[in-house]
């Protein structure tokens, strides 16, 4: 199964594959070289059709427990300040995904969006320490009755050109349900309050919509 948001990028690398080898077949008489560019062409289709996939998943709803909302490595778990929305101390939480990671965006709680808005911004690399502030990205803050608000931004990375953002002000939504898109490489940042009890340490690989990132204590 595929994202949606890969459905015109996957029929024109599709399209291309096919032309490339077609005319490769045609015009290219050297036997290795035309081996090797066909071999090219489809691995570039694989490479697409790989970064696109949309795994089904079954997600355990629970209003106790903050879920991954993305598929990656966790590479941030400190108290830092929050200057967007919060504008005090919070816990976050980061996931950095590779080129190679599912890369939809899943709600990691149930509850309203309170706040959700888009930046402008630059391309540095996501793991830059000021990727969060300055790179292209979402923020969007969803209310809960268990932890009260928590906030998670997408954030672009080097590659990653277009944010995909699903969450509208004022709507419920439900934990593990598609919450949006980043293509090709990025970061989300949860931010939790204070005292959240993490279940994840750093390095450890997260899996959308299935590991558990923290609980209240």
């Not at 996931?95 to 930046?119: E, Q």
């Amino acid at each position: 199964m595929f994202h949606k948001e890969g459905a015109k990028i996957i029929i024109i690398a599709s399209i291309l594959t096919v032309a490339v080898i077609l005319l490769a077949d045609m015009y290219i008489e050297n036997f290795w070289l035309l081996k090797a560019i066909e071999v090219f062409a489809l691995l570039f289709l694989i490479l697409i059709l790989q970064f696109f996939r949309n795994p089904k998943r079954t997600v355990t709803i629970a209003d106790h427990h903050i879920i991954a909302p993305v598929d990656g490595k966790v590479v941030v778990i400190e108290e830092v300040y929050e200057p967007e929305y919060f504008k005090e101390k919070r816990l976050q939480v980061s996931i950095f995904m590779s080129p190679i990671n599912v890369h939809v965006t899943r709600y990691a709680i149930s509850g309203l969006i309170k706040f959700s808005k888009y930046h402008a911004g630059k391309y540095l690399v996501a793991w830059h320490p000021k990727a969060s502030e300055e790179n292209e990205r979402t923020t969007v803050v969803i209310e809960n009755h268990f932890f009260g608000e928590i906030l998670y931004r997408q954030i672009a990375g080097a590659l990653a050109r277009r944010i995909v953002n699903y969450a509208k002000e004022g709507t419920q939504v439900v934990q593990g349900t598609d919450a949006g898109f980043i293509k090709f490489g990025s970061r989300v940042d949860l931010f939790l309050p204070i005292g959240t009890n993490v279940n994840v340490a750093l390095n450890d690989k997260a899996v959308g919509g299935k590991t558990i990132i923290a609980t209240k204590k």
